[in-house]
């Protein structure tokens, strides 16, 4: 169980950085107007890709908790909602694969901005949040 909870909890740095990456690549997109390149579609699906993986950790954790026994704590169900929630709307970016370059970038940018709001909420809302 230690070697799920450590890693569940060092990812999130990985998964914030890669958030901030991802945000920042997609702003200066959207305003520079330029072309959705294959690195952003990249960088879109590796910021997808280790939130999924975080969820799937998560999810481990939680079955094996509740196998132990456990009862959850309500922050712990609310990091879970919140969570769940990021997730889906991470997801949501692929409706646009068919809009003009512009669009696709502000519609992701803002759908990855209110992701990472979530995630940082959630972290947060646990105890030791955003402290190593």
């Known amino acids: 169980m230690d070697i799920i909870l450590n890693a569940h909890s060092h990812t999130r740095w990985l998964v914030l950085t890669i958030a901030v990456v991802t945000v920042l690549l997609y702003l200066f997109g959207w305003l520079s107007k330029r072309s959705f390149s294959k690195f952003d579609r990249i960088m879109g699906s590796v910021f997808v ?31 879970i909602g ?6 889906a709307i991470a997801h949501l970016t692929a409706r646009w694969k068919k809009l003009p370059d512009t669009l696709r970038f502000r519609n992701s940018l803002l759908f990855y901005i209110m992701a990472l709001i979530l995630v940082i909420h959630g972290i947060i809302r646990l105890r030791g949040g955003l402290t190593w």
Not at 53 to 66: C, D, P, R, S
């Open 49 to 79: 890709g280790i939130l999924d993986m975080q969820a799937l950790i998560g999810i481990v954790m939680l079955v094996m908790l509740l196998v132990e026994g456990t009862t959850l704590q309500v922050k712990q169900l609310e990091h």
């Open 82 to 87: 919140t969570m769940f929630c990021a997730v």
